[in-house]
């Protein structure tokens, strides 16, 4: 392994550790983007509009205006991005997809959740809220699971939101929800990445 792809894997492993960072079940709290990604913007590979990935069947929008960012060396492989939806980085939008390693990787189910498909994916969604330092936090996580005949995919796409921003923030989640969908047979289209014009 070279070290640029080594030093892409570690940044990626510490980025899911961290947004996979859950309050307990009932407990009023909700975690920041700073707890939940490494990301920033202008870090790593930028994604804008449409997009898909073969490897995982993925396709989707990132909703007009905003831009996705990897966090990671152009040559690392996908595994995500990071949208801000502020410059205080304060709201944000999460996309993470992944192989299943073992079992321990699954996606806790939630009885409260609500089901619904991502394409050929299930989907659950559930939301916490809670107080940061800056005042009322919102968190929403929609985690999918895909069995494919050589793995099981599993993935999160996690909203955090500043009180101030719920509105807006969330209206943003829910269009860029409403594209994603996964696909057994895998995708078509083709894959839109590019960095910011400096």
């Not at 330092?133 to 968190?139: R, S, V």
Request: hydrophobic content about 40%; some cysteine.
């Amino acid at each position: 392994m070279t070290k640029k792809c080594a030093i892409g894997f570690i940044a990626f492993i510490s980025m899911f550790d961290l947004a996979r960072a859950e309050p307990a079940p009932g407990r009023n709290e909700a975690i920041t983007c700073k707890q939940a990604t490494l990301t920033k913007p202008v870090l790593g590979v930028a994604y804008q509009g449409f997009l898909s990935n073969e490897d995982y069947g993925l396709t989707g929008k990132i909703p007009q205006g905003l831009t996705g960012w990897s966090g990671v060396a152009a040559g690392a492989p996908f595994h995500g991005f990071t949208i801000f939806l502020d410059d205080q980085m304060s709201s944000c939008i999460i996309f993470e997809i992944h192989i299943r390693v073992n079992d321990v990787d699954a996606p806790p189910v939630l009885k409260s959740a609500k089901r619904f498909r991502l394409g050929d994916a299930e989907a659950r969604q559930s939301a916490s809220r809670g107080r940061g330092t800056n005042g009322l936090l919102t968190n929403v996580s929609t985690t999918f699971s895909i069995a494919r005949p050589d793995a099981m995919e599993d993935g999160v796409i996690r909203l955090v939101a500043s009180g101030r921003d719920l509105g807006h923030a969330t209206a943003l989640y829910d269009d860029f929800v409403r594209t994603v969908k996964l696909s057994k047979t895998g995708t078509t289209w083709t894959a839109h990445h590019f960095r910011r014009p400096s």
